[in-house]
Each structure stands twice: as structure tokens, then as C-alpha cells.
């Protein structure tokens, strides 16, 4: 799905991230399933994840992530108008995380709503609120990857237990004055031929929780790996470059590509076949693992404070993820 050009320009003002305190390291889940620090590494890239406490909810670490974008945008919560939370770990199916989250940090001006793209969760959220925002329904958005992928994890089966992480990220998108940054280009696709690659089968209307159904855990992420690396390595490329040929850039002008942050090796060879320097990829996959929808929203605020670009330098976000979804944007920050 593509766009026209926006009337009104729509800057990134803030971005904010959380991730739960505790560390689950390689050994400590080769202590509990047939794996090593050696394959996950070599296969994944991953070396830790982060998993949030039994109390900390979904919602708790989208409104931590929530705060630290407001301060940067200089932003009182009462100042939002819109609040988009992408998630696949909600709180509870109804109500929506957002709306918890607009208890939590006191924004009660926005209308509030979750998504459920998974990891493109979070570029679908911005697709969306950039086009309100431009068409001068709501002055600014405040949207939320937010995940405790540890709640769906089977813990048993070593071919995903070893992928997955919890945490937050959010960003404050707003109208841009002139001369600000702006979303240059966005892009995102479905292919829905392929729901059965990826997905959390129980606790739905289809499959709905009883004793029987979780003793054979169809509450957890089921995933056909291998299936979904290939076609994730094409979708991301071609979204990518859909992004980079509408905004009118070259590669070699991309100060900083954020990939969704699944597996090492999906990240190489995006980067090999979009001819953009590794050194200019943004990854911090080795320390939270996958986080689905709160991936790029994470990794994007950490490239942000870390100063992997600056004001008016090219970004590139590119997510992947259960649906098929897939999801790009192009930012001159
Ligand atoms: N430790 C040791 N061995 C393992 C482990 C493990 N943790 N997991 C699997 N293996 C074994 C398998 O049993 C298999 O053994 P066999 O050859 O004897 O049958 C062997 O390792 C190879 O398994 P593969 O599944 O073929 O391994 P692969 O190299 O494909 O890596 C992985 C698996 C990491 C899951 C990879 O396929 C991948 O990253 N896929 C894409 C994931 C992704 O991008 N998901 C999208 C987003 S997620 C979301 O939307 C929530």
C-alpha cells in the first residue's frame, strides 16, 4: 500500500524506550532447554533477552517508554491527542493496552487504540497516525510498540523459546514546523495466504482457553523459522527500497538503517542487498533478543540517544513479521 504526498509534513519529536530489568542470558536457558550460547549466537545473534517481573504488564512498560518520548518531545501527557499502542501480548483482549496506558501517564485528550500487526506493528502504527495527523484530524500521536513476549513463549521448545524478549519503545509524531524533520515515505503489505507460518493459535474465538488447550500450549508463538527467514529477507528488501526510491535517496545517502531486530543474519543480508555499510545498520538484537512490535520503536530510540544520526540526516525503518506484515518508512530525522 503506498501514498500520495502529505499536505502537512509530520516530524518524529520524541522517542523513549523501557526494557524490564531482568537479564536471561544464553547459558541460563541452555541450563533449561537442549540449546547453547554457541548455536544461538551463530544462528541468531541474540546473547540476552530482557523479561519483565509477573507485575509489570504490557502497559506498564509502554507508559515507561511513553514518558521518556514525552519529555524529549517537551510534551505534557495532557497534550496528546491520539494514542496508538501495536501489540500481540495486550494486557487482557479488552480493553485495548492504550487505554491503560492513557490511565497510566495521564493523557486523557486522547483517543486511544491498540494494533495488532505484529513486529510491523509499530510502522503500521506510524502509517496510520501520520496520515491522521497530515489530514489535520489530530495535532500529534503518541504511538507504542509494546511487548512481554515471555507471557507466550513456550519454554519447553528450544526452536523459539531462545528468540524472544520483553520491552517498549514509543515515539511522539507531531506536525511539523518549518524546516523540521519529516516521515518522508511509509509502506506496508499483508499476505494473509500465509497466517500459518507464524502464529499464537489458542486463546481466541477459534481455538478459546480452556485447561486442555493450554496444557498443549497453543497460547504460545508456534513459528516455521526457516519458511518465514526467506520470505522476511524479500519483503523487508522490497519494502525497503519502495521507502528509499520514494523519498528519492541513494543508498549511499542512509545515515542509519534500523531493522526489525529478529535474527543477525536477516539483518546482513537486508543490508547486503540494499548496498548499505554495516557500520551504518543499527542492531542491538544480541542484548533483548526479538521483541516484536516494540523492536524498531526500541532500537530507534536507542540509535536516537546514542547519536547514530543527527537532525536532517536519512533513516530507513523496516519491519517484518506474523500476518505475513511487513512494514518500511523513510525519515529525514
Ligand atoms: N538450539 C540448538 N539447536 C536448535 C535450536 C536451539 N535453540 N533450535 C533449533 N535447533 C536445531 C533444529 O532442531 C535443527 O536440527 P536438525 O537439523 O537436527 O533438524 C537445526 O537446529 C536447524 O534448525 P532450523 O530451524 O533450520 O535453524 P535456522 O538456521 O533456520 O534458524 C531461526 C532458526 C533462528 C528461527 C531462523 O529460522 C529465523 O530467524 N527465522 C526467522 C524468524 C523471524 O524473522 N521471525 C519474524 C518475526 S517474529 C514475530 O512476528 C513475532
Not at 518524529?12 to 544461538?40: F, H, Q
Not at 486442555?212 to 523487508?236: D, W
Not at 521483541?291 to 540509535?303: K, L, Q, R, V
Amino acid at each position: 500500500m503506498s501514498e500520495k504526498t502529505s499536505v502537512i509534513d509530520v516530524c518524529i519529536a520524541g522517542t523513549g524506550s523501557y526494557v524490564p530489568e531482568k537479564i536471561l542470558t544464553n547459558e541460563e536457558l541452555a541450563a533449561r532447554v537442549d540449546t547453547s550460547d554457541e548455536w544461538i549466537v551463530t544462528r541468531t545473534g541474540i546473547k540476552e533477552r530482557r523479561i519483565a517481573a509477573d507485575d509489570e504488564f504490557t502497559s506498564h512498560m509502554a507508559s515507561k517508554a511513553a514518558r521518556r518520548a514525552l519529555e524529549q518531545a517537551g510534551l505534557e501527557p495532557l497534550d496528546i491527542e491520539l494514542i496508538i499502542v501495536a501489540t500481540i501480548t495486550p494486557d487482557t483482549p479488552t480493553p485495548a493496552t492504550a487505554c491503560h496506558v492513557q490511565q497510566q501517564i495521564g493523557a486523557f485528550n486522547a483517543v486511544a487504540f491498540d494494533i495488532s500487526a505484529a513486529c510491523s506493528g509499530f510502522l503500521y502504527a506510524m502509517k496510520i497516525s501520520k496520515r491522521l495527523i497530515s489530514d489535520g484530524a489530530f495535532k500529534n500521536a503518541l504511538i507504542i510498540g509494546a511487548e512481554k513476549l515471555s507471557t507466550v513463549t513456550n519454554w519447553e521448545d528450544r526452536s523459539t523459546c531462545v528468540l524472544f524478549g520483553d520491552g517498549a519503545g514509543a515515539a511522539i509524531l507531531r506536525r511539523a514546523e518549518p524546516g523540521e524533520g519529516s516521515i518522508v515515505a511509509t509502506e506496508m503489505g499483508t499476505d494473509g495466504n500465509l497466517t500459518h507460518l507464524l502464529e499464537i493459535p489458542g486463546g481466541g474465538s477459534a481455538c478459546p482457553i480452556t485447561s486442555e488447550n493450554v496444557n498443549q500450549h497453543t497460547h504460545t508463538l508456534n513459528m516455521q523459522g526457516k519458511e518465514v527467514f526467506k520470505i522476511a529477507v524479500n519483503r523487508m528488501k522490497e519494502a525497503a527500497e519502495k521507502v528509499i526510491a520514494r523519498a528519492g535517496w541513494k543508498a549511499e545517502e542512509i545515515a542509519c538503517v534500523i531493522p526489525h531486530q529478529a535474527n543477525r543474519r536477516i539483518i546482513d543480508a537486508i543490508a547486503d542487498r540494499l548496498a548499505v555499510p554495516n557500520e551504518r545498520v543499527f542492531i542491538n538484537l544480541h542484548k533483548y533478543g526479538n521483541t516484536s512490535a516494540a523492536s524498531i520503536a526500541i532500537a530507534m530510540d536507542e540509535a536516537n540517544r546514542t547519536g547514530a544520526f543527527k537532525r536532517g540526516e536519512y533513516i530507513v525503518l523496516v519491519a517484518f513479521g506474523a500476518g505475513l506484515t511487513w512494514a518500511a518508512a523513510a525519515i529525514r530525522w
